[in-house]
């Protein structure tokens, strides 16, 4: 043993100077490769492109390139298979693969981290993690607009009632209420690719905060990882993990509009309501009540909305007291990161498949539209197309809602001597607009409910995508 070997504190990789080891408690404490492991294979991607560039700046040798790149050959094997032997003592993911790395292939393994530091290295390690999450992320988005797209297409004539403050409004169709869920996941599409241009930035070369003294080449390592651009100040590319708060940000957006529609759907499927039925595979039964089946995957999408939230909070609040440059506090970043994308990507999955499964009930629709004086704004038009000032022809129709409330009957059903009691610009072809059909085909504009509008939106959402 070498006089430096018997005062290293634990063998670490950077115990040299300490004169005692760590306590278990601290080592777990500290420790994260029990859940960073999941970067392991973007943390050999960017290591060998490093490795690459290194033997280029003849900062290390060819040999020594031929070395590390067997050694991770047969590491990323070993990670695959599941054999990979991961241990607490080495801290981390970077540390374990350096060191097996050593074990493997021995001199050329300790060169790789040559000009490096874990500070530039898991910076580059999530952007290269997270893009492709954002690329899954985005395909998923993609699925779940089509499945939601097949259902309005069956259903852009089919009348319901649209809603303001939960009571019955005007008439929309099915179709265009779905397309609303379309629009915010296709924005949300476009937040993740937005994102996804500053998560593909290089750290690589800013080393521990401040440059490396050695010739890089880092434009270099950003074209064989794919980055569009090199991050442009050292101190900045290692310590700030907006890129993950902002991904965070579009993936709570994402929830929030899944939770909107889980509410609906729940809402829908009640009994009460009775707009539409779930598949039974997304449902659950009660353990004493045996009648129920229970809309469970949309009340647990609102339910994961929170904690989608709650790690936006959290990577938020670990960021914000961080001085310049590298903290530890930065190694919090992952679990909140690692959770948010599952969360999102299972959600996403379910949600396309269960789009699918759904069982509309145009009758039940049709009813409560008859409840509600749904085409009221229809009669008001009239009348301001008969010539009637808008708040004269709001203030007619409203009287004659009212004494339809009273005899109990929808506007339709009224007389049209009684409608005339309200306004002598009424006449016969007043039925027209009063019906829901003719109260749809009206909306006959980009964004409206008319059918013909909903079948060109669904057109145009489609060759969109
Ligand atoms: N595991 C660490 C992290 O996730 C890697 C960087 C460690 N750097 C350091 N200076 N201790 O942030």
């Keep these: 043993m070498t006089e430096q070997q018997n005062n290293n504190a634990g063998g670490k990789a950077w115990s040299g100077r300490f004169s005692e080891p760590v306590s278990d408690l601290v080592k777990r404490y500290t420790a994260s490769v029990y859940f960073d492991k999941r970067l392991a294979l973007h943390d050999i991607r960017g290591s060998l492109a490093h490795a690459r560039m290194l033997a280029k700046q003849q900062i290390i040798n060819a040999q020594d390139l031929a070395d590390i790149e067997r050694g991770m050959t047969q590491i990323e094997a070993e990670i695959t298979a599941g054999t990979f032997a991961w241990n607490l003592d080495d801290e981390d993911v970077h540390l374990n693969i350096e060191k097996r790395l050593t074990a493997l292939v021995g001199d050329a393994g300790k060169r790789l981290h040559t000009g490096r530091s874990r500070n530039d290295q898991v910076a580059t390690d999530i952007r290269l993690w997270l893009r492709d999450a954002i690329t899954d992320i985005d395909a998923l988005l993609r699925n779940y607009i089509l499945a939601l797209l097949d259902l309005a297409e069956q259903h852009a004539a ?47 070369g800013s080393a521990a905060l401040a440059g490396t003294t050695f010739p890089i080449d880092r434009a270099y390592v950003a074209q064989q990882l794919e980055f569009e651009a090199v991050c442009e100040n050292s101190l900045d590319a290692v310590s700030d993990r907006d890129f993950a708060i902002e991904f965070s940000a579009a993936a709570a957006l994402v929830m929030v509009h899944v939770s909107r529609f889980s509410e609906e759907l729940i809402s829908w499927m009640s009994p009460r309501i009775g707009f539409i039925d779930i598949a039974d595979r997304f449902c ?83 009813s409560a539209l008859k409840q509600g004086f749904a085409t009221a704004t229809d009669l008001a038009d009239y009348l301001v197309k008969k010539g009637l000032p808008f708040r004269d022809a709001h203030e007619a129709v409203a009287l004659a809602v009212r004494s339809a409330e009273k005899k109990g009957c929808d506007l339709a059903n009224l007389s049209l001597q009684d409608l005339q009691t309200f306004s002598p610009l009424i006449d016969k072809d007043v039925f027209a607009v009063l019906t829901v059909e003719g109260s749809l085909a009206a909306r006959n ?19 969109s995508l």
Excluded: W
């Excluded at 265009?176 to 690589?204: F, G, N, Q, T, W």
């Excluded at 590298?326 to 999102?344: I, M």
């Excluded at 964004?447 to 959402?461: D, E, K, M, S, W």
């Design 445 to 463: 504009h980009i964004g409206g409910t008319a059918p013909a509008q909903v079948r060109a939106a669904i057109q145009r959402a489609r060759a």
């Design 284 to 366: 659950t039964g009660s353990s004493i009540m045996p009648q129920k089946k229970n809309p469970d995957v949309p009340e647990l999408a609102r339910g994961k909305s929170g904690r989608v939230f709650g790690n936006l909070m959290g990577l938020l609040t670990l960021m914000k007291g961080q001085p310049l440059a590298y903290n530890k506090d930065n190694q919090e970043d992952k679990e909140p990161l690692f959770d948010t994308v599952d969360t999102l990507t299972d959600t996403l999955r379910i949600f396309a498949d269960m789009a699918t499964g759904i069982t509309v009930k145009p009758e039940a629709m049709a």
């Design 158 to 204: 089919t009348p319901m009632p649209g809603f303001t403050h939960l009571q019955v409004a005007q008439p929309v169709t099915f179709g265009h209420h779905l397309l609303a869920y379309v629009e915010m996941a296709k924005r949300d599409r476009e937040r993740m690719a937005d994102c996804r241009k500053r998560v593909s930035r290089l750290p690589l």
